[in-house]
């Protein structure tokens, strides 16, 4: 392990995933960032997008709709409220994701911030879907 770094994604209800692997890419609200070992410490937010651990020639993808990043000391956490791994990417409860968003998004009284929110989560999980 001492040329990986070791991700570790979390969920509020299990350690969805936890493994060395070469980089990461994530979706955060500054925009797409990879990040490598000892790359300095951050904590920052997550968009709604895809995240990609990379090892040699593996790749493991992953979908969340936000959460938060912390890397520190070549360990990189991974907070999520939603978790998917490639093989969901066509499944109901993703679909049901999309549709909660729609609904919320026919709310005439939400804030600026849950639109885009929203609108995040649609517009990503349609890029998964094509």
Request: aromatic share 8%; no cysteine; proline share 1%.
């Amino acid at each position: 392990m001492a040329d990986n770094i070791h991700l570790e994604i979390v969920t509020p209800n299990q350690v969805a995933y936890s493994k060395a692997v070469d980089s990461v890419v994530v979706s955060g609200i500054e925009g797409e960032m990879e990040i490598f070992k000892d790359h300095i410490s951050l904590i920052t937010f997550l968009k709604a997008g895809k995240i990609i651990a990379k090892n040699g020639a593996n790749t493991d993808t992953f979908f969340s709709t936000g959460g938060t990043v912390e890397f520190s000391n070549n360990k990189l956490s991974i907070l999520l409220d939603n978790f998917f791994n490639s093989s969901e990417f066509q499944s109901e409860e993703l679909e049901k994701l999309k549709q909660n968003a729609e609904k919320k998004l026919s709310n005439k009284e939400i804030s600026d911030e849950e639109i885009y929110l929203n609108n995040q989560v649609i517009d990503q999980i349609n890029n998964l879907k094509s």
